[in-house]
């Protein structure tokens, strides 16, 4: 009987833990509720970007991918972009789609223009540039061409 109770007693310390590591877990993620405003950017291609992945402005995170879909007219991929409130962007704002590093996954560089109109919650960014893929660029450098015409 004795045993029942300390096995009941373990067990329920570790759920407690267990409870304490997922509030802890959510409470420093980026999914905690956006402190912002989304924007939307359409690009070609979108080559490795997931859901989640930075949105940096001079190397400084200041937003996340919130998610993307393809437009079935125009056949280009929408991302959506949850940025920081307190970062202004001006309606000339350039976005692309870079590799954070030779491994690593890829993020979405925001580069500001120098218009006096910012953009506004659900606003689009006009100027993308697409994701180019690993493969491309090595066989560009070792062939000096991708092969695409």
């Known amino acids: ?3 029942n109770v300390v096995e ?3 067990g329920a310390l570790v759920l407690v833990v267990a409870g304490v590591f997922v ?7 980026d999914r905690a509720g956006p402190d912002g405003y989304e924007l939307v950017a359409r690009f070609g291609r979108i080559d490795g970007l997931k859901r989640g992945a930075d949105v940096t402005l001079s190397g400084v995170k200041i ?3 919130t998610g993307f879909s393809l437009d079935p007219k125009t056949y280009q991929a929408v991302v959506r972009l949850g940025v920081a409130s307190n970062v202004d962007l001006p309606t000339d ?3 692309k ?8 996954g890829m993020v979405v560089v925001l580069e500001p223009g120098g218009d006096k109109q910012m953009l506004k919650n659900g606003g689009e960014i ?3 540039q697409d994701a180019i893929p690993l493969t491309e660029l090595i066989a560009k450098f070792m062939f000096g ?3 695409s015409k």
């Open 126 to 128: 006009e100027h993308t």
């Open 93 to 95: 704002t350039n976005a």
């Open 145 to 147: 061409s991708t092969g």
């Open 23 to 29: 509030f802890y877990a959510f409470s420093k993620s």
């Open 1 to 3: 009987m004795g045993r």
């Open 8 to 10: 009941t007693i373990v």
């Open 97 to 104: 789609i870079v590799g954070e590093s030779l491994l690593g």
């Open 63 to 65: 937003g996340s991918v």
